[in-house]
């Protein structure tokens, strides 16, 4: 299954016919500035097989994000992240850098949110945010997360943003 489409983006899953878009996306610079860095394109081909295998686990995972005529958007969707020991479903997002700052990842993060309610089930979805990306956590708050807490288990600090849902 899949998020519904909105109005200018839908989902599909991921393939390896991705990988050029992907490698391009996670290879990004800015794309990725909060990431430790930038994936390889063999770190590219580990995302999606990654995702493949959550869709064969869970039946959801990160989705192709794209507008209705076809245009590669970036990566949307829900993935189980460790949050100071314990298992947390995420909703997580990309946006290619040429089209950032339209809503795009607001958008489908909502499709996500409304998914991971109706459809999976969870009472509750964080956003997992490096401290200083300001970008992504307006996406959060847009979906109406706020501050939870800090993920201390990793080598920076992550702020966890959560919104209950049931």
């Known amino acids: 299954m899949l998020p519904h489409p909105t109005a200018r983006l ?8 991705d990988l050029d878009a992907m490698s391009l996306l996670l290879g990004d610079p800015v794309v990725m500035t909060y990431y430790p860095a930038p994936k390889s394109h063999d770190e590219a081909a580990a995302w999606i097989e990654w995702n493949q295998a959550n869709y064969a686990r869970y039946g959801y995972g990160l989705w192709i994000v794209e507008t ?7 990566d949307c969707g829900l993935t189980w992240q460790a949050v100071n020991g314990r298992s947390e479903l ?4 990309h946006v290619r850098r040429k089209l950032q700052g339209n809503g795009y990842a607001t958008e489908a993060a909502l499709a996500c949110l ?4 109706d459809v999976v089930g969870v009472s509750r979805l964080v956003a997992i945010i490096h401290p200083d990306n300001a970008a992504s956590r307006r996406v959060a708050e ?6 939870l807490e800090d993920d201390l288990g990793g080598s920076v600090v992550r702020t966890v943003m959560g919104v209950e849902m049931g």
């Open 10 to 17: 839908r989902f599909r899953e991921m393939s390896m016919a």
């Open 68 to 74: 209705h005529d076809g245009g590669f958007v970036g």
């Open 90 to 93: 995420e909703a997580g997002y």
């Open 114 to 117: 409304e998914f991971a309610r």
């Open 142 to 147: 847009r979906l109406g997360m706020r501050h």
